[in-house]
């Protein structure tokens, strides 16, 4: 069986092609156009630009998808498509892309959830060695979200962000500070040169549910932080920097800044972990699985590892992490076996929940 997957909820336009072998899935290929030239000037993805460059990206990234698996049309099965959470301008492009040619060529359309598309892809690339019930943690710029998995995909929804997702505190922190977008990969480069003990951040009681996580506290934490000191002119020469590398950012940064940094990032860490445990622990979970942009971060996966908990801890490989269409085209595999197949009428869905 073959998939085409497509991928546009975000900033990210994607197509992969994956093919299934009785219960062996191998990418044949998978191709990613970023936006983050257009993006990065203004701190944060801007819709409307999102959608244009969708539309722009779209023919030639599927064709490349293609090309590359060395597939026509009729070696594909099926066409899946990201249905939402994500930007509704986004999404049609690759809803509408996938319909056209579902109609045209007499091709079956897959709805998936991205979200289900971030676990599937652990799934893809160490399937049999998770165990259930598994406790995946997806986390990115637009979600924090804690669920029991089931064998056979079934999915309870145990906790989430009250507030900010941990993707979106990283890339506020960095726009607040003068780094560029998005802020996640930056100021995981920067913080081990920082002490990460020398800011002390606590997070307010929450009431309610134990397993929600809270990030807002944090970056207005930070926020106060900054405005007591004088950091203006700092700051500015960040922004000013043009195409900065690590080392620019780091010479442009002095320690009180790295130290900030270091201690933001392990707050985020140790809140993340803390709950995953915790939410592991009280589904007698078998594995964990981490997956989103925020499964890139490198503190975050020693942490996860050092961590010496009783049940294996699974990252993707950090490009399968952000955002991609392996991963969408991996999770309708299981739909594809269970008949489960999407109409003309599917709607690209901002908000979509998956359990
Ligand atoms: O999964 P993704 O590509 O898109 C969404 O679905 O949101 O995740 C992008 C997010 C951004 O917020 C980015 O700052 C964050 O993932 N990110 C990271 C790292 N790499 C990307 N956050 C922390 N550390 C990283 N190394
Ligand atoms: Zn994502």
Redesign the pocket.
Request: charged share 15%; net charge negative; proline share 7%.
């Given at each position: 069986m073959r998939i085409l997957g497509i991928e546009s909820?975000?900033?990210?336009t994607a197509a992969a092609i994956v093919q299934d072998d009785s219960n062996h899935a191998t990418i044949l290929s998978s191709v990613v156009a970023s936006q983050l030239g257009v993006h990065f000037k203004y701190g944060g993805v801007v819709p409307e630009l999102a959608s244009r460059e969708h539309l722009k990206a779209i023919v030639p990234v599927v064709r490349s998808a293609m090309k590359r698996a060395g597939s026509s049309w009729d070696d594909i099965d099926a066409i899946a498509v990201t249905q939402g959470p994500?930007l509704v301008g986004s999404l049609l492009v690759g809803i509408t892309y996938a319909k056209s040619i579902c109609f045209a060529r007499g091709i079956s359309l897959i709805a998936v959830n991205?979200i289900e598309g971030?676990i599937h892809a652990v799934v893809l690339e160490s399937g049999p060695a998770i165990a259930y019930p598994a406790l995946a943690l997806v986390?990115?710029?637009?979600?924090t979200h804690l669920f029991e998995v089931r064998e056979g995909f079934s999915y309870r929804l145990l906790g989430r962000t009250r507030d900010d997702?941990?993707?979106?505190a990283?890339?506020k922190v960095?726009k607040l500070l003068g780094f560029g977008?998005?802020?996640?990969?930056i100021?995981?480069?920067l913080a081990p040169h920082g002490n990460a003990r020398a800011v002390r951040f606590t997070f307010a009681k929450m009431k309610g549910n134990a397993l929600d996580f809270s990030f807002s506290g944090l970056k207005t934490a930070v926020l106060r932080w900054v405005e007591q000191r004088n950091m203006a002119s700092e700051i500015d020469a960040r922004r000013r920097l043009d195409n900065a590398s690590v080392d620019d950012y780091l010479r442009a940064t002095p320690q009180a800044t790295l130290d900030l940094l270091a201690s933001f990032?392990h707050a985020?860490i140790d809140e993340l972990l803390k709950r995953s445990t915790v939410a592991a622990e009280e589904i007698g979970a078998r594995s964990m699985i981490v997956?989103?942009?925020?499964?890139?971060?490198?503190?975050?996966r020693r942490a996860a590892q050092s961590a010496a908990l009783p049940y294996a801890v699974l990252f993707p490989t950090?490009g399968l992490?952000?955002?991609n269409a392996a991963m969408i085209a991996a999770a309708a595999i299981p739909k594809f076996r269970r008949g489960e197949f999407a109409d003309f009428a599917l709607k690209a869905q901002a908000n979509l929940a998956l359990a």
């Open positions: 909820s975000c900033d990210e994500g991205h971030h986390v990115s710029g637009g979600h997702a941990a993707g979106e990283f890339d960095a977008y998005p802020g996640g990969p100021i995981d480069a990032q985020v997956s989103g942009g925020v499964a890139c971060n490198a503190g975050l950090p992490s952000t955002d």
